[in-house]
């Protein structure tokens, strides 16, 4: 079988599945004369990857992209303990790949994107993805106190993802002093990227010395007009008035005193042994922020600013490959991405006679479905969306469950999960 993996020299997302290669015994040929920028523009390539990003994966029986995604696939297809040896190993390799990728990938990105030019420089921004790192890292930090690696006593796949995730970090913008309170982390990392494995792709590293700054492009000198005499111009027209950008009608409604951004820190800092009693609870009937350093109170559902819906995916006789269908959560999450302000979601794979139906309880503000998540989104249009009656006992007990990620919806095995928030 022949994989062709597409991207640029020195993309740590490619790491992820070049590494884990390495580790399973699987040959990856890298693309010949790929430029981004140019060569994801082609047709050819947005055929494997509609967004054109990068890196995708090639193969004999259709190509893949997202990173983690990619990765995954590689893992599986030997079976020399990327994976773990238990269920359990299972769910706590997914589980950390989660955390790696949204708690730490997230902010570092919006951290170092914008000092390298990718993106535009915010510094508030820049604030705020520190704090939340520092956080992240702490987390990971207590955990490998007591642990080499994240899962067991072995590299899994979910260290190969973290450690590529946390790499520009440790690169260029993690200096001594911001990793000296993450000495467990530091260890982790250097134990890891000299592995033979590990260097076989990325090569030798070495740790941030001084971190990156932001680079001012200076002004080119312009030259010097020679003064020529002054001609009466003609009384130049008033420029026509900018238009206003118009307001999102969401914003127009009136005011709730249930706060969408309350609710999602809620949700992210209940604690995992008592999920249900905390987040679900409080959803319904409001209640203190857990580990909330002003007392933040969420104020409960409130069904005439917001509303419930489920949703189910209309085509699910076409999902016979997990990680194809995880591809398409993750593609729909993408493409909802400009409503995260206005939106949350919980979208669950679950497995029955071959297939794997998708499933999912979304909360929005409004009675209906925002129009700019119908105007825009056109993943919208493959799944079969019901209004939620919020008073129905069982339809509670059934969006709690997919808020609690629970092991069966429905009575159907419980597989996978993507939480948007």
Same mark, same amino acid.
């Given at each position: ?6 991207? #640029? ?31 994801? !523009? ?25 990173? *983690?995604?990619?990765?995954?696939? &590689? ?69 490998? !106190? ?38 467990? &982390? ?12 590990? !260097?076989?792709?990325?090569?030798? #590293? ?16 312009? +030259? ?19 238009? !206003?950008? +118009?307001? *999102? +009608? ?71 490959? *997990? ?22 979601? &919980? ?8 297939? #794997? ?65």
């Amino acid at each position: 079988m022949t994989l062709t993996l597409f991207s #640029f020299n020195g993309d740590k997302n490619a790491y992820k599945a070049l590494v884990a290669a390495k580790y399973n015994g699987v040959d990856i040929e890298l693309a010949k004369n790929f430029e981004l920028g140019v060569s994801n !523009k082609k047709p050819e390539f947005l055929k494997m990857s509609p967004t054109g990003k990068v890196p995708v994966l090639k193969t004999a029986d259709g190509a893949i992209f997202e990173s *983690n995604a990619i990765a995954r696939y &590689v893992a599986r297809i030997t079976d020399k303990g990327l994976y773990g040896t238990t269920a359990l190993d299972l769910g706590s390799i997914e589980q950390w790949i989660d955390f790696c990728t949204n708690e730490i990938d997230a902010p570092l990105l919006s951290w170092v994107l914008p000092l390298q030019g990718v993106w535009p420089y915010n510094k508030a921004k820049e604030d705020a993805a520190k704090e939340a790192l520092k956080k992240a890292l702490t987390v990971l930090n207590e955990h490998l !106190k007591k642990n080499t690696f994240l899962v067991a006593d072995r590299i899994t796949l979910a260290d190969i993802i973290c450690v590529c995730n946390l790499y520009e970090g440790m690169k260029s913008v993690f200096d001594a002093a911001f990793r000296k309170p993450y000495s467990c &982390v530091e260890r982790y990392f250097v134990t890891c990227v000299n592995q033979p494995e590990f !260097k076989a792709v990325i090569g030798s #590293f070495e740790l941030c010395k001084a971190p990156i700054k932001l680079q001012k492009q200076a002004k080119k000198e312009q +030259p010097k007009k020679q003064e020529k005499k002054k001609k009466e111009q003609p009384a130049k027209a008033a420029a026509p008035p900018k238009e !206003k950008k +118009p307001k *999102n +009608p969401l914003d127009e409604l009136p005011p709730s005193k249930m706060m969408m951004d309350a609710w999602k820190r809620l949700y992210s800092c209940a604690p995992a042994n008592d999920f249900r009693n905390v987040a679900c609870k409080r959803f319904w009937e409001g209640g203190a922020v857990p580990k909330s350093v002003n007392n933040e109170q969420f104020a409960g559902y409130d069904p005439e600013g917001f509303s419930l819906w489920f949703c189910d995916y209309k085509y699910n006789e076409e999902n016979t490959v *997990n990680f194809m269908v995880m591809n398409k959560v993750g593609g729909f999450l993408q493409r909802m991405e400009p409503h995260r302000k206005y939106c949350f979601g &919980v979208m669950c794979i679950l497995q029955k006679d071959n297939l #794997f139906p998708i499933t999912g309880v979304w909360l929005f503000r409004g009675q209906e479905i925002p129009p700019n998540v119908l105007a825009e989104c056109g993943d919208i249009e493959l799944y079969n969306w019901t209004k939620v009656d919020h008073t129905d006992e069982k339809v509670k007990t059934r969006i709690e469950d997919m808020f609690c990620q629970t092991d069966y919806i429905d009575g159907i095995d419980h597989i996978d999960c993507k939480v948007f928030k």
